[in-house]
């Protein structure tokens, strides 16, 4: 579950060291949109940066029409830092430009549009031009088409019925690649039966469901993946995977966010979309969607775009509190989990690792700025004993190490005003 959206940047003097710093995050996956964005300048990933899709003379078989070399070296990036599963959005990033939209609208041609992203897939997938093999594992049909104006310029059906003409021009040619969509900003389970009939009616895949959801509660995620669930099994999609590919802690409106003061006052404040609670909402998420439908979910974004409004790192490179919080998840990731509990508010993961080292991660998701002392009672182990632990507060950026004796089973954690994390280690057997 803890995949992110975008890898290292691969532009600027500090790209080396976001790919270190990306690689010890260790993540699940990394989905490919708005990658244009966040490397100003060089052309990766949009099918139009990829291919003249203007030029309706261009030859789609003709290897010498297609630019694929910056995003070869993006997805080599990915494999240096330890990826090894890539879903890659075909389409176009979003488009903010004031007043025209250049290509996150209707393709002209969607057969022809369906020829090239088939000449994408043939050179991740099979080799093609010599394109690098294996990383990508899941192919994405555009970006959420239902908010119209920055990603669409037609409405819902037309959308439906793009995607079944590219989702079933990709299965003919590559029955063994994942196919899915349809990224779709919301959940509205409207739109998504509306999706699902089109689908169905014309026999194309969906190898995979994605949404999206920016809110200030993980039970939103939740309650859409059942509800999806239930609905890709009417629709006889019953090994379709679940992706929610695109959420971060939103506790404000997006109006909010679309001025100057709400800017300063959202972005960077302790309990806005990079502050504490947003941290301690990252880790709570991953916590609260162990037991769910949800096969895969991708934190939005990991490089700064939009001076770092969305990212894991601030508009001078910096790590923010929800790098550290992916961080902690990424160090368990792999173990086995001994439990898994939330009640949304506080979330509590323990798991065992092959050498015998046990870790807990500690969601306290409060804020309304409560303080209290958090208890964990302690089973499997010695009577008493010391762990470390590291932590996650208002007062500091980076985590603050503790040594914590427990007693009778118990080990308390000092208290901490407002939200925290905490992942608390235990000596191995």
């Known amino acids: 579950l803890n995949g992110v959206n975008g890898g290292p940047s691969v532009k600027g003097r500090a790209a080396g060291g976001y790919a270190r710093q990306f690689a010890e995050l260790n993540v699940a996956s990394v989905r490919l949109h708005d990658i244009p964005l966040v490397n100003s300048g060089v052309k990766l990933v949009d099918v139009q940066d990829i291919f003249p899709v203007w030029n309706e003379k261009a030859d789609v078989a003709d290897p010498a029409n297609f630019l694929f070399a910056p995003t070869d070296d993006y997805l080599r990036t990915l494999k240096g830092c330890g990826v090894e599963r890539v879903i890659y959005r075909l389409g176009t990033s979003i488009e903010w430009s004031y007043p025209n939209k250049y290509f996150a609208k209707m393709p002209k041609d969607p057969a022809r549009y369906a020829e090239i992203c088939a000449a994408i897939v043939r050179h991740y997938a099979k080799g ?22 920055a990603m669409w310029d037609k409405d819902w059906p037309t959308y439906c019925t793009f995607y079944c003409t590219v989702a079933n021009r990709l299965k003919r040619e590559f029955p063994d690649q994942k196919i899915g969509g349809p990224a779709l900003c919301g959940s509205d389970l409207r739109l998504a039966k509306e999706f699902m009939d089109a689908a169905q009616k014309a026999g194309a895949p969906v190898d995979f469901f994605s949404w999206h959801g920016y809110d200030p509660t993980p039970n939103g995620a939740i309650r859409s993946s059942r509800a999806l669930r239930r609905m890709l099994d009417e629709h006889g999609y019953r090994s379709a995977e679940l992706h929610f590919n695109e959420w971060h802690y939103f506790p404000c409106t997006w109006r909010d966010v679309a001025v100057p003061e709400g800017h300063r006052r959202w972005y960077e404040s302790s ?56 961080a902690f998840f990424g160090r368990l990731a792999g173990d086995r989990r001994t439990k898994a509990d939330t009640n949304l508010k506080l979330g509590v993961l323990a798991a065992v690792a092959k050498d015998g080292r046990r870790r807990i991660l500690i969601s306290d998701f409060v804020p309304d700025d409560e303080a209290g002392e958090l208890t964990l009672e302690l089973k499997g182990v010695a009577p008493n004993g010391v762990a470390t632990a590291e932590r996650l507060t208002d007062d500091r950026v980076e985590p603050e190490k503790l040594t914590l004796a427990w007693h009778d089973g118990r080990l308390s954690l000092p208290s901490v005003k407002g939200s925290s994390v905490w992942l608390v280690e235990l000596p191995g057997k």
């Open 271 to 326: 309990d806005g979309l990079n502050g504490i609670d947003s941290a301690a909402f990252t880790t709570l998420c991953l916590t609260a969607w162990q037991d769910t439908p949800l096969t895969m979910s991708n934190f939005y974004m990991t490089t700064p775009m939009n001076g770092g409004a969305w990212s894991l790192f601030d508009h001078d490179g910096f790590r923010r509190r929800t790098w550290y919080a992916m």
């Open 128 to 149: 093609w031009a010599g394109g690098p093999t294996g990383l990508v594992t899941h192919w994405e049909i555009w970006n959420e088409a239902n908010i119209g104006g």
